[in-house]
């Protein structure tokens, strides 16, 4: 187990880049809209651009690690991170700046596939769920510190943006140099290699070996996932990626100084408060990470959605009333309710679901779906606020809605702790 864990730590630092790359633009978002003077349109548009990479990123990422393995993407990846990073720190233009996000966009998208499915696939079923959570817990210590970087930066005149930003080019070049330590995914290489080199990997995971080519589907060139059998993971994995993103989590992570400002905070304070929403959502991960293989993905989505309900119909009234006093709680509250369910399930459940045929291309499908409604919701956001008056009223009150629509859904999930990968084929195919 010692070489699972470490092999599933190292492959999570993707994560940790993904989560750090979707929320440090927070800190730099009104800078930029200052300093290049966008529009509330072209402002959304700069804040959405690396979500839009990560839907073509979550897309290719599929074919890419079927075709390729898991291994070369996930250094590919790095790459990418690197790049970004640099890029964006430098850029001296609005144009280039966009193309480096974007980027680092893409990145996210093909971590948000990989990464879960690698770790999936070289874990025993009995601690897949918080194995698979490593991914969770990575992205949102890479949220949180995104947050104390920013908060850090915040006071260094006006390029503190690009420190900001280009920070992340030291962890991504760690990510590589780690990488190498790595073996390909099992899994990957009894479907697309032999099992002589699959079994190798297996006796280095201390995992039972697979004797016999039957055991596995067959692999072919390119399996379909659009065949009916496989209608009910995607229809699972669709719906619940969908919903994810219809709790605003993204909208909050991304413009959360831009909330606290609207609720009457000063701007110092408002790059402040952030720091204690990052640490909320890294404590309710471990959290849920511990106890997922223990209560389950079902229940934990159940009891999230209660909680996420009664907090976001909180804010959406505290900002109607503008009542200040109570927003950092009512947030934190959502935070701590969404890490527990939605944050600690989604990626698990995205890896686990689809059988190992199509594992990598369901996961594709699922993360791309998460990612379109992740730069609709980001978009749309601050149009919405900045259109009336009680623009924050209704954009909360609506994700409040949604989460009562995901409890229905949430009800007809099946239950995957605790079952190996091809148990639960067997059950959804």
């Not at 072209?42 to 690690?65: K, N, Y």
């Not at 009457?264 to 952030?274: E, R, V």
Request: glycine share 10%; proline share 3%; charged share 15%.
């Amino acid at each position: 187990m010692k070489n699972v864990w470490k092999y599933s730590l190292i492959a999570s630092m993707g994560g940790f880049l993904f989560g750090f790359e979707t929320a440090v633009i927070s800190g730099a978002e009104q800078i930029i809209q200052k300093l290049w003077q966008l529009n509330a349109l072209w402002h959304g548009l700069t804040v959405s651009i690396s979500l839009i990479g990560t839907i073509i990123g979550a897309l290719a990422a599929g074919r890419f690690s079927e075709r390729y393995g898991r291994k070369p993407i996930l250094k590919a990846i790095a790459v990418l991170y690197l790049l970004s990073a640099i890029g964006c720190a430098v850029a001296p233009i609005w144009s280039m700046f966009l193309l480096f996000r974007f980027l680092g966009g893409i990145a996210v998208g093909i971590s948000s596939v990989v990464g879960p499915v690698y770790i999936s696939e070289i874990s025993p079923a009995k601690d897949r769920g918080k194995l698979a959570g490593l991914f969770q817990i990575m992205i949102v210590s890479g949220i949180f510190i995104a947050y104390l970087t920013n908060f850090v930066f915040a006071g260094m005149g006006e390029h503190a943006w690009r420190y900001m930003l280009g920070i992340m080019a030291l962890p991504s070049a760690i990510f590589y140099i780690l990488l190498k330590g790595i073996p390909e995914s099992p899994r990957w290489l009894a479907l697309h290699k032999n099992l002589i080199d699959a079994n190798i990997v297996f006796d280095k995971l201390q995992q039972n070996r697979i004797e016999e080519k039957s055991a596995l589907p067959t692999a072919k060139k390119s399996t379909s996932i659009w065949q009916r059998k496989y209608s009910k993971p995607i229809i699972f994995a669709v719906l619940l990626a969908f919903f994810n993103q219809m709790t605003g989590i993204n909208a909050i992570l991304y413009y959360a100084p831009r909330i606290f400002e609207m609720a009457g905070f000063d701007a110092q304070l408002a790059y402040l408060q952030p720091i204690y929403i990052g640490g909320t959502n890294v404590l309710f991960t471990f959290l849920g990470m511990s106890i997922i293989d223990k209560f389950g993905r079902k229940k934990l989505l159940l009891l999230g959605a209660i909680g996420m309900f009664i907090f976001l119909l909180l804010t959406a009234f505290g900002l109607k009333e503008g009542n200040s006093s109570f927003l950092l709680f009512y947030i934190i509250g959502f935070i701590g309710a969404f890490a527990l369910s939605q944050g600690a399930v989604i990626w698990v459940f995205l890896a686990e679901i689809f059988p190992n045929e199509i594992r990598a291309k369901g996961s594709s499908l699922g993360s791309t779906t998460h990612w379109i409604f992740a730069t609709i919701i980001s978009w749309l956001f601050p149009i919405i606020v900045e259109a009336s008056q009680h623009g924050g009223f209704y954009v909360f009150l609506f994700y409040a809605i949604m989460v009562i629509l995901s409890f229905v859904f949430i009800l007809f999930l099946p239950e995957t702790k605790g079952k190996s990968l091809e148990a639960i084929r067997e059950e959804t195919v």
